[in-house]
């Protein structure tokens, strides 16, 4: 294998994996958006913005389902 193959090789799996993820980036950008659009800032910051276990808990299995995170 030559140093193009592994170049080429590398594009082509770098474009697969992107064209894997691109729907679930785009699932996690409308959900980001809708919540965005649809609730107060002051309400999710009031519910998930403090300090402590309980708002940390919150965040995290709020962002569970977004599949944004996990890319």
Known sequence: MNLMDLIQRFFTETALLY???AI????????GGIIHAFFDQQ???RRIGKRGMLSSLKAAL???PMP????
């Open 24 to 31: 679930y980036l785009v699932i996690g950008f409308a959900f």
């Open 19 to 21: 064209n894997e993820m």
């Open 68 to 71: 944004l995170c996990s890319c």
């Open 43 to 45: 309400s999710i910051r």
């Open 62 to 64: 709020l962002g569970v």
